[in-house]
């Protein structure tokens, strides 16, 4: 099972990114799949998640209204788009899948992707 996180770059302030994660090796289109970033010096955090059907999303206060997360169960495909970059967004961006506990549990999640760096500079 494995997990691809693509879509990652350099954008200045104001600039967009769509990050895509596919997985292979089996079906998630009964699974919820969630985003989490983790800054330098920081700790991992959740960013956004969508349910298994994609009508029910989930994202923190800081992204609200700039940030969408969709998925495309056909493609075995989950994504992240991101428009209004900040600088404090800047973070490598992980997918999940196959939460064992509420989808904003860092901890939660069976199946990881390694990661795509995302920059915004200002």
């Known amino acids: 099972v494995q997990l691809q996180a693509s879509g990652g770059g350099l954008v200045q302030a104001g600039g967009s990114l769509r990050l895509s994660c596919a997985a292979s090796g089996r079906t998630f289109s009964s699974s919820p799949m969630g985003w989490f970033r983790q800054a330098p010096g920081k700790e991992r955090e959740f960013v956004a998640a969508?349910?298994?059907?994609?009508?029910?999303?989930d994202y923190i206060d800081s992204v609200k209204g700039r940030f969408t997360v969709s998925r495309d169960n056909a493609k075995n495909t989950k994504y992240l788009q991101m428009n209004s970059l900040k600088p404090e967004d800047t973070a490598v961006y992980y997918c999940?899948?196959?939460?064992?506990?509420?989808?904003?549990?860092?901890?939660?999640?069976?199946?990881w992707g390694q990661g795509t760096l995302v920059t915004v500079s200002s």
């Open positions: 969508i349910s298994s059907s994609g009508r029910t999303t």
């Open positions: 999940a899948t196959d939460p064992r506990t509420g989808w904003r549990i860092v901890t939660g999640y069976k199946y």
